[in-house]
């Protein structure tokens, strides 16, 4: 049986850094990144604790796959292109 997995964007309060993760449970990972329970993470450092964004993949594989498309977006492009253009058709 394939697991599912989530791509998600987090952001600080002034929505000034971005951070794109995958998890296999949502919301395990929000939760670990908003009480910063992995120490000196890139999360930790920048404050990254508010979720603008997840999409839902029926196999794991299909999420890393998003994930990694998406990281080679740069930060003004990300930050000018609203979240609902950023989901496949």
């Known amino acids: 049986?394939?697991?599912?997995?989530?791509i998600y964007i987090l952001t600080n309060k002034n929505k000034?850094?971005?951070?794109?993760g995958v998890t296999?449970?949502?919301?395990?990972g929000i939760f670990e990144h908003k009480n910063?329970?992995?120490n000196?993470?890139?999360?930790?450092r920048y404050n990254l604790e508010?979720?603008?964004?997840?999409?839902?993949?029926?196999?794991?594989?299909?999420?890393?796959?998003?994930?990694t498309?998406?990281?080679n977006l740069t930060a003004s492009h990300a930050?000018?292109?609203?979240?609902?253009?950023l989901k496949s058709s």
Do not use: V, W
Not at 24 to 28: G, S, T
Not at 50 to 67: D, K, N, S, V, W
């Open 1 to 6: 049986m394939n697991k599912g997995g989530y």
């Open 36 to 38: 910063h329970l992995i």
């Open 40 to 44: 000196n993470s890139f999360t930790d």
């Open 50 to 67: 508010y979720c603008i964004y997840y999409e839902y993949f029926e196999y794991f594989a299909l999420a890393i796959h998003r994930e």
């Open 69 to 71: 498309g998406n990281c």
């Open 16 to 20: 000034t850094t971005l951070y794109i």
């Open 79 to 85: 930050q000018a292109t609203p979240p609902e253009r």
């Open 24 to 28: 296999n449970d949502l919301c395990r």
